[in-house]
């Protein structure tokens, strides 16, 4: 089994900055891939960015330019640095990890509320 725990979020103004972080323990086979996802209020739940085991990233266009994803695999921690964020990035952000052998594992989220 694989554990994610998140943290970093909170309540931040338009034009702030927070960093998320998601810490991976268990069985934790590579490589494998993570990401952060994010439902807002209403929302289905939606991809923010991923980071591969090479540390290639792909984003989602909303995000471009103003969130970095990273991981430290010594570590076993993602990040995600969001800057500029805006209310319409308002939404529980949650931890994802995939590994090669269809292992498909979701933290239990941290909210971010971003005020206008």
Request: net charge positive.
């Amino acid at each position: 089994q694989v554990q994610l725990v998140e943290s970093g979020g909170g309540l931040v103004q338009a034009g702030g900055s927070l960093r998320l972080s998601c810490v991976a323990s268990g069985n934790l086979i590579r490589p494998n891939t993570m990401g952060w996802y994010r439902q807002g209020p209403g929302n289905q739940r939606e991809l923010v960015a991923t980071i591969d085991a090479g540390a290639y990233t792909n984003y989602a266009d909303s995000v471009k330019g103003r969130f970095t994803v990273s991981r430290d695999n010594v570590k076993n921690t993602m990040y995600l640095q969001m800057n500029s964020l805006k209310p319409e990035d308002t939404a529980v952000y949650y931890c994802n990890l995939r590994n090669a052998y269809g292992g498909k594992y979701w933290g239990q989220g941290t909210q971010v509320t971003v005020s206008s």
